[in-house]
Nanobody
Framework: QLQLVESGGGLVQLGGSLRLSCATSGFTLDSYGMRWFRQAPGKEREAVACISNRAERTDYTDAVKGRFTISRDNAKNMVYLQMDNLKPEDTAVYYC?????????????????WGQGTQVTVSS
């Protein structure tokens, strides 16, 4: 059974850092691109970062470029999102999602499964 379990969220002050983790199971991780997206209350889902199946390619939404880093460890079935210099506008529930192929960019339609999410709150 395919599973994605996010963790690592929490409350952090402006300028702080968090590292989100996504534990995957039920599929062969190194065959699929992965994505992190977020959703804040009352707002639409927003793509944050994506990574190809073997980490050759990454992409980020403009709002997080230079602050967030997506990575993966296929041997451990894990995907990560390092978030530095956090801002209040980064407050949201963060989800990791499995793609349908090795690379799909940030486009939402390429991603079909995601976990329950982890809450990130940045205070000013």
């Amino acid at each position: 059974q395919l599973q994605l379990v996010e963790s690592g969220g929490g409350l952090v002050q402006l300028g702080g850092s968090l590292r989100l983790s996504c534990a995957t199971s039920g599929f062969t991780l190194d065959s699929y691109g992965m994505r992190w997206f977020r959703q804040a209350p009352g707002k639409e889902r927003e793509a944050v970062a994506c990574i190809s199946n073997r980490a050759e390619r990454t992409d980020y939404t403009d709002a997080v470029k230079g602050r967030f880093t997506i990575s993966r460890d296929n041997a451990k079935n894990m995907v990560y999102l390092q978030m530095d210099n956090l801002k209040p506008e980064d407050t949201a529930v963060y989800y990791c999602a499995k793609g349908v192929r090795t690379w799909g960019g940030l486009q939402e339609s390429w991603y079909t499964h995601w976990g329950q999410g982890t809450q990130v709150t940045v205070s000013s």
